[in-house]
T-cell receptor
């Protein structure tokens, strides 16, 4: 069966510090991968998605970037965090093109920027 | 631009009651619609996925319907239980798989 992992589970970082959140998927190959952010009172927003290694699409202009160095690894980064980057970050995967695109989510990372 | 709305924002019912959660979307050109459950501080659990060519899907006490032409979906929960208390999210996708979410309905089922 497929599983999706995210770490760390929680993170408290000062403004201006760098960020690296990691997501890995097991039990499938060539998945589509997604990063979402859930900010208080703003709902879930898609940040990045990837259909393959090195292929990243950005949905919202922002202070963050994403990379996919391996087939089942997705990384969310920032060089300098802003207060507005606080939120709950969720990674998700789905089967690739031609499938139902049913998405499965990881447990999330709670980021607090102080 | 696709927009998804969920009504009501919050709902409180006594245990055992049947209930309906509503989801509407502005652009009927969707690939699929997915219902999720989110417990406080946790990730999302997929409940049901309805492809654009389908009218409904069922899983246990849950039944989701889709009326693409009117831009509406409902999630029906039968015989609600306190363990059903959570936030329920509706999301639609186009043919790239990217999801657009509603704001959710927070359900409380009282014993």
């Amino acid at each position: 069966s497929q599983t999706i992992h995210q770490w760390p589970a929680t993170l408290v970082q000062p403004v201006g510090s760098p960020l690296s959140l990691e997501c890995t998927v097991e039990g499938t190959s060539n998945p589509n991968l997604y990063w979402y952010r859930q900010a208080a009172g703003r709902g879930l927003q898609l940040l990045f998605y990837s259909v393959g290694i090195g292929q990243i699409s950005s949905e919202v202009p922002q202070n963050l970037s994403a990379s996919r160095p391996q087939d089942r690894q997705f990384i969310l980064s920032s060089k300098k965090l802003l207060l507005s980057d606080s939120g709950f970050y969720l990674c998700a995967w789905s089967a690739g093109s031609g499938a139902s695109y049913e998405q499965y989510f990881g447990p999330g990372t709670r980021l607090t920027v102080t | 631009k696709q927009e998804v709305t969920q009504i009501p924002a919050a709902l409180s019912v006594p245990e055992g009651e049947n209930l309906v959660l509503n989801c509407s979307f502005t652009d009927s050109a969707i690939y699929n619609l997915q219902w999720f459950r989110q417990d406080p501080g946790k990730g999302l659990t997929s409940l049901l996925l309805i492809q654009s060519s389908q009218r409904e899907q069922t899983s246990g006490r849950l039944n989701a319907s889709l009326d693409k032409s009117s831009g509406r979906s409902t999630l029906y929960i039968a015989a609600s239980q306190p363990g059903d208390s959570a936030t329920y999210l509706c999301a639609v996708s186009g043919n790239t798989g990217k999801l657009i979410f509603g704001q959710g309905t927070t359900l409380q089922v009282k014993p």
